[in-house]
Nanobody, 124 residues
Framework: EVQLVESGGGLVEPGGSLRLSCAAS????????MSWVRQAPGKGLEWLSG????????SYVDSVKGRFTISRDNAKNTLYLQLNSLKTEDTAMYYC?????????????????RGQGTQVTVSS
């Protein structure tokens, strides 16, 4: 059974940083691309970033490019998202997503495996 468990969220002031983690189990983690998505209150799922199985390729939505960094440790079956220079509009529930192959897709997010999420709140 695929399991994804996110952690690391919290309350942070604008300009602050957080590091999110996603512990994966129940599948061959090193064989799949992974993504981070988020959902703000009253809005749909938004794809943020993807990473290939080896970690050699990454991609970001424009709104987080230069501020967020995705990475993975295949030895630990763990996905990460470093969030820097946080803004109030980054407030959302953040989820890691298991992709269906070796590359990410920005569509059909609601049909992919994701964890329970970790809340990020950016407020002064």
């Amino acid at each position: 059974e695929v399991q994804l468990v996110e952690s690391g969220g919290g309350l942070v002031e604008p300009g602050g940083s957080l590091r999110l983690s996603c512990a994966a189990s129940g599948f061959s983690f090193s064989g799949f691309a992974m993504s981070w998505v988020r959902q703000a209150p009253g809005k749909g799922l938004e794809w943020l970033s993807g990473i290939t199985p080896s970690g050699g390729r990454t991609s970001y939505v424009d709104s987080v490019k230069g501020r967020f960094t995705i990475s993975r440790d295949n030895a630990k079956n763990t996905l990460y998202l470093q969030l820097n220079s946080l803004k109030t509009e980054d407030t959302a529930m953040y989820y890691c997503v298991k992709e269906n192959g070796v590359i990410w897709s920005t569509v059909g997010l609601e049909y992919k495996y994701r964890g329970q999420g970790t809340q990020v709140t950016v407020s002064s």
